[in-house]
């Protein structure tokens, strides 16, 4: 089994930041690219940014110079740190990362749960 267990969601007032962590764990072989996605009410599920295992980053054009990726590959982590806030930033937030499980071959994508963020005044 591999799980991802999301943290750090919540409710910020516009122009703040807030940091989510998300930590994969299970029978892991290998991570490949982790990333952030959300999805807004009423909208489709939107990639925000993602991060090899090399470190290379891509971002939404939305949130360049705001949001940073990051990982730790000791502690199968990834991050986003989120700063200057907007309200159209509110939306659940999924970790997504591409896995190579112990036994199996191949890789397979995995969620976690999503975690609300809320920007409002």
């Known amino acids: 089994q591999v799980q991802l267990v999301e943290s750090g969601g919540g409710l910020v007032q516009p122009g703040g930041s807030l940091r989510l962590s998300c930590a994969a764990s299970g029978s892991i072989v290998r991570i490949n690219a982790m990333g952030w996605y959300r999805q807004a009410p009423g909208k489709q599920r939107e990639l925000v940014a993602a991060?090899?295992?090399?470190?290379?980053?891509n971002y939404a054009d939305s949130v360049k110079g705001r949001f940073t990726i990051s990982r730790d590959n000791t502690k199968n982590t990834v991050y986003l740190q989120m700063n200057s806030l907007k309200p159209e930033d509110t939306a659940v937030y999924y970790c997504?990362?591409?896995?190579?499980?112990?036994?199996?071959?191949?890789?397979?994508?995995?969620w976690g749960q999503g975690t609300q963020v809320t920007v409002s005044s």
């Open positions: 991060i090899t295992s090399d470190g290379s980053t």
């Open positions: 997504n990362a591409n896995i190579k499980r112990r036994y199996y071959s191949g890789s397979f994508d995995y």
